[in-house]
């Protein structure tokens, strides 16, 4: 691993209780054994499943931003896709 190369090094996936909830589970994810971010949410989309990054409405509007969030298209992709697989295996563990 080069000195600026981000690699996410441990997925932790909690599925949810709420069948009716868009929110399938919680997720944490460790970037280069070094900063953790929690609060991240798999949720149920129109297009299916996608990767929530911790954030907050808007005071008096319907906006939300979020407090963290990858910059580049590329890493939001590969951070999405490796934790969509664990959740994938942590649900097919789960029914078995």
């Known amino acids: 691993m080069s000195k600026h ?3 996410v090094t441990d997925i932790q ?3 949810t209780h709420n069948g009716e ?3 399938k589970a919680m997720a944490t994810v460790t970037i280069n054994e ?3 971010l929690s609060g991240l949410r798999i949720i149920e989309g129109k297009n299916g499943l996608f990767l929530g990054y911790p954030g907050e409405k808007r005071t008096g509007t319907d ?7 990858p910059t580049r ?4 992709n590969s951070i999405q896709e490796e934790v969509l697989e664990r959740f ?9």
């Open 5 to 7: 190369e981000i690699c």
């Open 13 to 15: 996936v909690w599925p």
């Open 21 to 23: 909830s868009r929110v």
């Open 34 to 36: 070094s900063l953790r």
């Open 63 to 69: 906006q939300f931003f979020n407090f963290i969030f």
């Open 73 to 76: 298209r590329e890493l939001a």
């Open 88 to 96: 994938h295996q942590v649900m097919a563990a789960k029914a078995a």
